[in-house]
């Protein structure tokens, strides 16, 4: 079972529409999570980061986590053309005092004119 | 303020040969991250600095990889006998280390081609 899962996709939504992304994780005391956006050869880019239990809003993206069930999702609402990027779930694991990431392999988003 | 920066951007390498790497992290940043991500993966941990202590290197980083961080600045990654599948973008990240958590900001990476 690898530590952080995402489907892969390429998930295809129309423009103006609500563009859903999934991860889930199997480390249970995991702490921090992060999302990132990454558009095709470049570095990934911060978008939201989330704590604790619930939603987080920032402009059009809303981060959702729910330990419990170890999934974290990340909602953009009126999705653009320039939202197409591959979207990445980072997990902070329990126990580490460095604070190293745990990346999923990515959701590919493609947002349709 | 300066995002992180790497250099350089691109490297091309003939099998065997060495190459480094430099990583300016954000000023005032004290945690300094190596990865390395491949096409189709997200990128993997390969070793953490705080401060100028390198403090965790993954099983990733055989000993042919070595990092420093003199002086708490910059940091390098040095690859020595390069094979094929070093192949990959390689990522620096810093944290301020401060608060509840630590959010990773990433340089623009530096792409490793090994012919």
């Known amino acids: 079972q690898k530590e952080v899962e995402q489907n892969s996709g390429p998930l295809s939504v129309p423009e103006g529409a609500i563009a859903s992304l999934n991860c889930t994780y199997s480390?249970?005391?995991?702490?921090?999570f992060f999302w990132y956006r990454q558009y095709s050869g470049k570095s990934p880019e911060l978008i939201m980061s989330?704590?604790?239990?619930g939603d987080k809003e920032d402009g059009r993206f809303t981060a959702q986590l729910n330990k419990a069930s170890q999934y974290v999702s990340l909602l953009i609402r009126d999705s653009q053309p320039s939202d197409s990027a591959t979207y990445l779930c980072?997990?902070?694991?329990?126990?580490?005092?460095?604070?190293?990431?745990?990346f999923g392999t990515g959701t590919l988003l493609a947002v349709q004119p | 303020d300066t995002g992180v920066s790497q250099d350089p951007r691109h490297k091309i390498t003939k099998r065997g040969q060495n190459v480094t790497f430099r990583c300016d992290p954000i000023?005032?940043?004290?945690?300094l991250y190596w990865y390395r991500q491949t096409l189709g993966q997200g990128p993997e941990f390969l070793t953490y600095?705080?401060?100028?202590?390198?403090?965790?290197k993954s099983r990733l980083l055989s000993d042919r990889f070595s990092a420093e961080r003199p002086k708490g600045s910059f940091s390098t990654l040095e690859i020595q006998r390069t094979e094929q599948g070093d192949s990959a973008m390689y990522l620096c990240?810093?944290?301020?280390?401060?608060?509840?958590?630590?959010?990773?900001?990433f340089g623009p990476g530096t792409r490793l081609t090994v012919t």
């Open positions: 480390d249970r005391g995991s702490q921090s």
């Open positions: 980072a997990v902070e694991p329990l126990g580490g005092a460095t604070n190293k990431l745990i």
């Open positions: 989330i704590y604790s239990n």
């Open positions: 000023s005032e940043h004290n945690r």
């Open positions: 990240a810093s944290s301020a280390g401060t608060g509840y958590s630590y959010e990773q900001y």
């Open positions: 600095f705080q401060n100028e202590a390198q403090l965790e």
